[in-house]
């Protein structure tokens, strides 16, 4: 069993740094691409910058308080073969999942919540079973790592990650109703946020905020 929760732990890394290597160069790629070209790729990451650094302090913080949380993670470890084995492949098919919305949505991506000046609606691809794909990878990779790890302070960034990403969602919502209007509203009220094959949550138009 120790030889399969360490192949297990080492899938999850590699899905995470995947991830992490092509968000890095899709940002690149899509933003040389972009209809502004290299400058206003530039430009955009100035004005963005200081919502981006605050992500990352974010972050940065957050595991600062978990590394230092001393041995509290160790009496939330609970790993079982069976439960291990799907998360790595929850792990798995999230990482393709978060490539596929990546590619599909290609110039129109942020990485924080925002409407490009010729911004488009995509609704094809993996846009057809979820409103948010990304954000259903982020959290299917969150949920599969912790339960190939065995919890443990995975549970710490499930916490972390649910409320972050439903705000996000509720910020993107509001961002795309005001720019798209009635075509937004009908994309909404047929796809739901980020469960698939779920009914979509019956909720008036937002503003944006």
Do not use: K
Request: aromatic share 10%; with cysteine; glycine share 12%.
């Amino acid at each position: 069993m120790g030889s399969l929760r360490s192949a297990l732990v080492a899938l999850t890394v590699v899905c995470i740094l995947i991830f992490v290597v092509t968000w890095i160069v899709g940002a690149v790629y899509f933003g040389v691409r972009s209809q502004h070209g290299l400058r206003g790729w530039v430009r955009g990451l100035r004005r963005t910058l200081p919502r981006r650094v605050l992500l990352v302090a974010g972050a940065y913080g957050f595991s600062l308080l978990v590394r230092h949380s001393g041995g509290v993670w160790r009496h939330l470890q609970y790993w079982q073969a069976e439960l291990a084995l799907l998360g790595g492949l929850l792990a798995v098919a999230s990482t393709a999942l978060l490539l596929w919305a990546r590619w599909v949505l290609g110039t129109m991506w942020a990485s924080v919540p925002m409407v490009h000046e010729h911004h488009e609606l995509r609704t094809e691809g993996p846009y057809r079973l979820v409103r948010h794909p990304i954000y259903t990878g982020l959290l299917g990779l969150v949920v599969g790592s912790m339960l190939a790890c065995g919890f443990g302070v995975w549970t710490a960034v499930l916490v972390a990650a649910v409320p972050w990403l439903l705000l996000r969602v509720r910020t993107e919502d509001g961002l795309m109703a005001g720019r798209f209007g009635a075509a937004y509203d009908a994309y909404r009220a047929r796809v739901p946020a980020l469960v698939p094959w779920t009914r979509p949550a019956r909720i008036g138009p937002q503003n944006p905020t």
